[in-house]
Antibody
Framework: QVQLQESGPGLVKPSQTLSLTCTVS??????????WSWIRQHPGKGLEWIGY???????YYNPSLKSRVTISVDTSKNQFSLKLSSVTAADTAVYYC?????????WGQGTLVTVSS | DIQMTQSPSTLSASVGDRVTITCRAS??????LAWYQQKPGKAPKLLIY???SLESGVPSRFSGSGSGTEFTLTISSLQPDDFATYYC????????FGQGTKVEIK
């Protein structure tokens, strides 16, 4: 059973960079067949896909966030990471990491990131 | 972007009811559609993928149908554990989600 766990600061100041890491257990990122995604949910709102990375390092980002997003992978640690630059209050959300095959089948429990001074 | 529109936004139903949620895509997505259930404070759970394939471990009272631009999620007999918010999601292009349908107790 694959498990994902997000980690990172819960509070980020405006204009700074949000950084989160997702640790995968019960399966290897390098085994292929899955895309490793970040998804966010604004408080009380719907879901927004941020982007994904394949174990090879190829990435695909939501065009609306592309200029501020970087997703990277560390196969030696079985982790992938999100960096979102120049954050504002509009980036306050619960951030999820998830694996995608034919749907997002495994999810982390989510971590709330608040952007505030 | 491919826009996904769900209806209704809220649905009031009783245990045992048959429930249907509709999802429409702004352009054809073939069968590249998934359905999720989300409970408060929890991550979404995959129910259906490729429009009609039931994810392993999901009760058979859940079913999906449709192709192209119109899709439905049906719960054949609503159970107490099914009161939640449901989202559709397309993956024909970069993933986008519907706005959600909250199924509440009547």
């Amino acid at each position: 059973q694959v498990q994902l766990q997000e980690s990172g600061p819960g509070l980020v100041k405006p204009s700074q960079t949000l950084s989160l890491t997702c640790t995968v257990s019960g399966g290897s990122i390098s085994s292929g067949g899955y895309y490793w995604s970040w998804i966010r949910q604004h408080p009380g709102k719907g879901l927004e896909w941020i982007g994904y990375i394949y174990y090879s390092g190829s990435t695909y980002y939501n065009p609306s966030l592309k200029s501020r997003v970087t997703i990277s992978v560390d196969t030696s640690k079985n982790q992938f990471s999100l960096k979102l630059s120049s954050v504002t209050a509009a980036d306050t959300a619960v951030y999820y990491c998830a694996s995608q095959r034919l749907g997002f089948d495994y999810w982390g429990q989510g971590t709330l990131v608040t952007v505030s001074s | 972007d491919i826009q996904m529109t769900q209806s209704p936004s809220t649905l009031s139903a009783s245990v045992g009811d048959r429930v249907t949620i509709t999802c429409r895509a702004s352009q054809s997505i073939s069968s590249w559609l998934a359905w999720y259930q989300q409970k408060p404070g929890k991550a979404p759970k995959l129910l259906i993928y490729k429009a009609s394939s039931l994810e392993s471990g999901v009760p058979s009272r859940f079913s999906g149908s449709g192709s192209g631009t119109e899709f439905t999620l049906t719960i054949s007999s609503l159970q107490p554990d099914d009161f939640a918010t449901y989202y559709c999601q397309q993956y024909n292009s970069f993933p986008t989600f519907g706005q959600g349908t909250k199924v509440e107790i009547k």
